[in-house]
């Protein structure tokens, strides 16, 4: 796994593991890893294994492993809190973040940017309601029709506190947050205040 990290300045700190989409890489997360070191929360943004689709589609999901030795690496650190992570994801790296956090209890919060139900075959209405009552953030863009809806049945009904935040730029994933910067602001608050800073 190769990662970007950006260290709090208090310590020891929360932390957030960024995982971007699909094609993009951990740079797309700079701004978001740098805003969340100034709120006294490190940031680790990795890159996914591939660039592109496996030619097995049963691989994709299984890209969550990197996601989960991301948050091996931070708990081992003497610098961060390992009761106080978090993962944030765009795009495939939303799907990627509920599978890890299903998979791995030390996941306290979640950020999902413009998550799918589906995403060629990497699905998590089901892994959602496993997260249980686990807080998560999802966002997405109100003119970006399938995240939207994406949004409204995950947060509707949910096992756990569930909180959407709306975006209006015709924008998907890591460029919803480029163009909003209130989104960015708004994903900060929220693991400021679900990772427990007091």
């Known amino acids: 796994v190769t990662g970007l990290m950006m260290e709090a300045s208090e310590r020891p700190s929360p932390a957030v593991v960024l995982v971007p989409m ?3 890489s951990k740079e797309d997360w700079q701004g978001v890893a740098e805003q969340l070191a100034r709120a006294a929360i490190a940031a680790l943004a990795i890159d996914l294994p591939g660039n592109a689709l496996p030619e097995d589609p049963a691989a994709l999901g299984k890209w969550n492993a990197d996601v989960r030795a991301a948050v091996t690496y931070l708990a081992a650190r003497g610098d961060i809190r390992p009761e106080a992570i978090g993962v944030a994801g765009a ?3 939303a ?3 509920v599978l890890a956090a299903v998979a791995d209890p030390r996941i306290r919060s979640l950020a ?5 139900l589906d995403y060629r075959g990497v699905r998590i209405e ?3 309601r496993q997260y249980g009552a686990r807080p998560a953030l999802l966002v997405a863009s ?3 029709p399938y995240a939207a809806r994406t949004v409204r049945e995950l947060t509707t009904d ?3 506190p569930r909180e959407a935040r709306w975006g209006e730029s015709r924008a998907h994933g890591n460029q919803l947050l480029a163009r909003e910067p209130d989104l960015v602001r708004a994903i900060v608050d ?3 205040r679900t990772l427990a800073l007091n």
């Open 190 to 192: 929220w693991f400021q």
């Open 126 to 128: 089901a892994p959602m």
């Open 95 to 97: 799907n990627l973040a």
């Open 142 to 144: 109100l003119r970006d």
């Open 158 to 160: 949910p096992p756990g």
């Open 22 to 24: 699909l094609g993009g």
């Open 112 to 116: 999902l940017v413009s998550p799918s």
């Open 91 to 93: 795009s495939l790296g």
